[in-house]
């Protein structure tokens, strides 16, 4: 059987002499893999198609087990993002939890939409060679995003255990083990917890209830990025 995925490439490892096997994620069927023959002899036509952190219609021969490559052709190269070193850290960096947070194949056109409108918001970036910590932003925002869409509710509006609506100014903590913000007053029982998160707590509601492409223009101070990254910590050793 041909199958025909609209994918996103994720990653490549070497296998045998000349092979290649291709992690990608893809609009038809979530997360998987295949085998790129002869993809590492100099001359291979496809594998320029198949480069991590391009947007690919990829062409597969499936019988059983893992499916051979016989076609590729690039849709999106994100060649702005591929030379920028500030943007291809970060993508790497959220690539590594997105890697432990999709474990199955799935079909998720969601999660699709989110990888894609990620990696366009970051070569947008690049190609506009803005601030460094707005890639940062960017990337922890992508990230708030997939752990939602994937249903680890973030509760951010009201406190999470007494669900009073948080008052900003006050005392307001995260808890990833109660699913979100806390008040000063439910903050008291809980040890593990980020300390007076108002203002990154306010960034993770901004994250949830807006496109990607929209993050580049908040303006966020280094303690509130430092917070996030905190509470961002928090959330994925809870998950
Ligand atoms: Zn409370």
Redesign the pocket.
């Known amino acids: 059987m041909d199958y025909k995925y609209t994918s996103l490439i994720l990653s490549k490892r070497d296998i045998a002499e000349v092979d290649r096997i291709y992690n990608f994620y893809t609009l038809e069927e979530g997360k998987i893999q295949a085998v790129g023959r002869g993809a590492r002899r100099p001359n291979a036509k496809l594998a320029g198609n198949l480069e991590p952190l391009t947007q690919t219609e990829v062409y597969v021969s499936k019988r059983k087990g893992m499916g051979n490559i016989t076609g590729a052709i690039a849709v999106n190269n994100f060649l702005a993002l591929k030379a920028d070193f500030l943007a291809i850290s970060r993508v790497f960096w959220a690539l590594s939890y997105f890697d432990k947070l999709i474990t199955q194949q799935e079909k998720d056109m969601r999660v699709f939409e989110l990888l894609l409108e990620y990696l366009e918001a970051m070569e947008k970036l690049s190609e506009e060679k803005k601030a460094e910590y707005k890639f940062d932003i960017v990337t922890l925002g992508f990230l708030f995003k997939l752990t939602e869409s994937l249903g680890y509710r973030i509760q951010v509006g009201c406190?999470a255990?007494?669900?009073?609506k948080m008052v900003a100014g006050n005392d307001n903590f995260f808890s990833a083990e109660r699913g979100g913000a806390?008040?000063g007053?439910?903050a008291k029982a809980e040890r593990r917890k980020v300390k007076n998160a108002d203002s990154s707590i306010k960034l993770v509601k901004i994250f949830l209830k807006n496109r990607i492409s929209s993050f580049s223009k908040l303006e966020v101070s280094e303690k509130d990025l430092r917070e996030l990254r905190l509470i961002w910590k928090e959330l994925i050793d809870w998950v």
């Open positions: 406190c255990n007494c669900r009073r806390l008040c007053e439910c």
